[in-house]
């Protein structure tokens, strides 16, 4: 079974620029989540999807960060523009039904 | 909302030790996973755990939920065992509680 795949792997932009994240979740996996990992720190969940609905975006910067879930499966997590704080791991989850959660490898954000 | 706390923040064991990493959280939980992050970024699962004992190969866990705490156990650390433990929970049952907290975790060290 393929896992969480995520990409770019790592992305290097000057502040007040635009980047973008791309998820695939497990196959059949209705849920899928963003976290931001900024170093020394755990995950923090930005957004949770259900299929193609927002469940939770309550810890979600949206004057800056935004998210959308393309027909429940792929997702793309947008930043614009962004900040020297963003600089992070932006980590897309995945999971069937609310139990475990199982985790991409990650893009390392650093903005200059 | 729920607090986590790992303890210790930092561990260095040599070769071939045992060592017990705890896990306190401030709510009642229907999910708690504990993961190994290794020096690459990937968050990979060890245990879905929201009570009861697991053990799978030298690591093994209890969440005593009652308490409201868990444990990790490692056994005969070798030093691929290095990296940063997390504990992390999910206080509801459902779609619009399924936020999951991450403790600071721990950083374990194993030295040859």
């Known amino acids: 079974e393929a896992g969480v795949a995520q990409s770019p792997r790592y992305k290097i932009i000057e502040k007040r620029q635009s980047v973008a994240f791309w998820c695939n979740p497990i196959?059949?996996?209705?849920?899928l989540y963003w976290y931001q990992q900024i170093l020394g720190q755990g995950p923090k969940l930005l957004i949770q999807?259900?299929?193609?609905?927002?469940?939770?975006d309550s810890q979600l910067p949206k004057d800056r960060f935004s998210a959308e879930r393309l027909k429940g499966v792929d997702s793309t997590l947008k930043i614009q523009p962004a900040k020297l704080e963003d600089s992070a791991v932006y980590l897309c989850?995945?999971?069937?039904?609310?139990?475990?959660?199982?985790f991409g490898p990650g893009t390392r954000l650093t903005v200059l | 909302g729920i607090q986590v706390e790992q303890s210790p923040p930092d561990l260095i064991l040599q070769e071939g030790a045992n060592s017990t990493l705890r896990c306190n959280f401030s709510?009642?939980?229907?999910?708690l996973q504990w993961f190994h992050q290794n020096p690459w970024g990937q968050l990979i699962n060890l245990f879905y755990?929201?009570?009861g004992t697991k053990q799978n190969g030298r690591l093994s866990a209890t969440t005593v939920a009652t308490e409201r705490y868990s444990l990790l156990y490692i056994s005969s650390s070798q030093t691929t065992d290095s990296g940063v433990y997390f504990c992390?929970?999910?206080?509801?049952?459902?779609?619009?509680?399924?936020?999951?907290?991450f403790g600071a975790g721990t950083r374990l060290t194993v030295k040859p």
């Open positions: 989850a995945s999971s069937l039904g609310y139990t475990t959660q199982y």
């Open positions: 196959s059949g996996h209705a849920t």
């Open positions: 999807f259900q299929n193609n609905g927002v469940v939770d």
């Open positions: 709510d009642s939980v229907n999910n």
């Open positions: 755990i929201p009570s």
């Open positions: 992390a929970v999910v206080k509801g049952l459902g779609s619009n509680n399924n936020d999951m907290r």
